[in-house]
């Protein structure tokens, strides 16, 4: 039976309303999308900064770091951000004193972060970084005294995170410097400063191989391990680790540095 043209016109208006009438309710129901929260004028200011010290320009990107920092002194990635403007600034530096100064500033930013995040790995390495970088201006004294404090950093570093590269990275660092230490400079500075620690440059290929095996794109990596089969006298590994590490993409702010220390290492292979 056919439905009259009122009728059906009807069952079709019926319809439509009841459609439109459960969109709408489905509408009213539905919570709308959270709204992203406002950045605060120390986030701000740390986004701004973030731009420098991407381009590796220091001073610039403390310019805005520190009024941040004076906004929201507790914030801990502001004060590994500081950390590491302050590490780089020391390496530009020309005399010892004043990296030895600009170094203590971002060891001293670095431990705050450290005390405000025990179980943050990346605030827990930021010291053991900077005494690193900071061995190399520093009397023989100095440098007994801080070899602890590198080791102590880095094993809270990775207690927290054992996949952290960087913190692999120092420690393979840490091994390879004593190892390469003679034996009559360390009776010398035992005398006279106190005990060194004894390790071997196979434990340092152990953390820079760990290293790479979570991160193969930092060259690195790759350098310090070959520089370090180099110190073991083992040519072969040390070549291929050497070429494999020059011929990365410069990246990171010391990356450079290392490959002139990479290249310099590759000549001297017999």
């Not at 320009?57 to 004076?70: D, E, H, I, S, V």
């Not at 170094?103 to 930021?126: C, F, I, K, M």
């Not at 060194?196 to 290929?205: M, R, S, Y």
């Not at 494999?244 to 310099?264: Q, S």
Request: hydrophobic share 40%; with cysteine.
């Amino acid at each position: 039976m056919r439905l009259s043209s009122t009728l059906a016109a009807a069952l079709i208006v019926i319809v439509l309303t009841c459609g439109l009438a459960h969109a709408q309710t489905a509408n009213a129901i539905t919570p709308p999308p959270p709204e992203t929260p406002a950045k605060t004028p120390a986030e701000l200011l740390m986004d701004k900064g973030d731009v420098f010290d991407e381009k590796f320009q220091a001073n610039r990107a403390l310019n805005y770091y520190l009024q941040a920092l004076a906004l929201e002194p507790k914030n801990v990635p502001l004060l590994l951000r500081i950390a590491r403007q302050y590490r780089y600034l020391m390496a530009e530096a020309r005399g010892n004193e004043d990296k030895i100064k600009l170094g203590n500033t971002a060891l001293g930013y670095g431990q705050r972060a450290a005390a405000l995040a025990p179980n943050n790995s990346e605030a827990q390495l930021s010291p053991a970084i900077t005494y690193g970088k900071m061995l190399p201006f520093q009397g023989s004294k100095a440098q007994v005294e801080a070899t602890p404090h590198i080791k102590e950093a880095v094993d809270k570093a990775l207690r927290l995170n054992p996949d952290n590269d960087n913190a692999w990275h120092v420690l393979g660092r840490w091994h390879q410097v004593l190892a390469g230490i003679g034996a009559v400079k360390r009776t010398l500075g035992s005398l006279i400063y106190g005990k060194l620690p004894v390790t071997t440059n196979e434990a340092a290929v152990a953390c820079f191989e760990r290293a790479i095996a979570i991160n193969p794109r930092r060259l690195r990596h790759h350098i310090e391990l070959g520089r370090t089969y180099a110190q073991m006298g083992r040519t072969k590994e040390a070549r291929q680790a050497l070429q494999r590490g020059l011929a990365m993409p410069e990246k990171e702010y010391d990356d450079r540095e290392l490959k002139a220390k990479g290249r310099e290492a590759l000549a001297k292979l017999p």
